[in-house]
């Protein structure tokens, strides 16, 4: 009985601390040292949320930046986080790419190769971010579209280049929603 009462007591113990106090401890450092991180990094326009910048948002049409395709469904589901389990010599995977290589080349003719990254999907399926090379490649569309010199479109992407973590961990890459917003933000005031 002895060993019974104490292994409910230790039960008991551990689910407060593991079930009570440390998410509480964990939530309460992470909302006073990275709020907005622990809040979904939102970004918010006139009041209202507009998407998530970790998370990629699905943008057609030629006045928008195209960020990588999607694996999960529908695309960019947050609550479905998933790569695709596709191999490289998948047939469905080469059929997939090999259209969205034709899409693309169609909007930006005479461009040359495609940037592999707005052809491919990320590991988690959700990645907001493109190569700058994927950037600058969509820039005379977007700036056509737009109606707006490709220059200044140019100099916008160059603001959004985000580069590596301490100068050394990962590549630079581009916000697709930020960049989006802000051109979005430059049609208002014109």
Do not use: C
């Not at 988690?124 to 950037?135: F, M, T, V």
């Amino acid at each position: 009985m002895k060993n019974l009462v104490t292994a409910v007591l230790i039960f008991l113990v551990l689910t407060v601390i593991t079930g009570l106090v440390y998410p509480l401890l964990v939530t309460g450092i992470a909302q006073a040292v990275f709020p907005h991180q622990a809040n979904g990094s939102l970004i918010v326009q006139n009041g209202k949320a507009v998407g998530s910048e970790l998370i990629g948002q699905p943008f057609a049409g030629p006045r928008y930046f195209w960020g990588r395709p999607s694996a999960t469904t529908p695309p960019y589901n947050a609550a479905s986080s998933t790569g695709s389990n596709l191999g490289p010599t998948n047939p469905d995977l080469i059929k997939r790419v090999k259209g969205d290589v034709e899409r693309i080349q169609k909007a930006h003719p005479g461009k040359g190769p495609v940037p592999v990254d707005l052809v491919t999907t990320s590991g988690s399926g959700l990645d907001p971010h493109i190569s700058p090379a994927a950037a600058f490649y969509q820039v005379d569309r977007v700036a056509a579209a737009r109606g707006l010199a490709p220059a200044a479109v140019r100099r916008l992407v160059d603001q959004h280049v985000e580069g590596r973590w301490l100068g050394l961990i990962g590549e630079p890459r581009v916000n697709v929603l930020e960049v989006n917003l802000e051109l979005d933000r430059l049609a208002g005031a014109r």
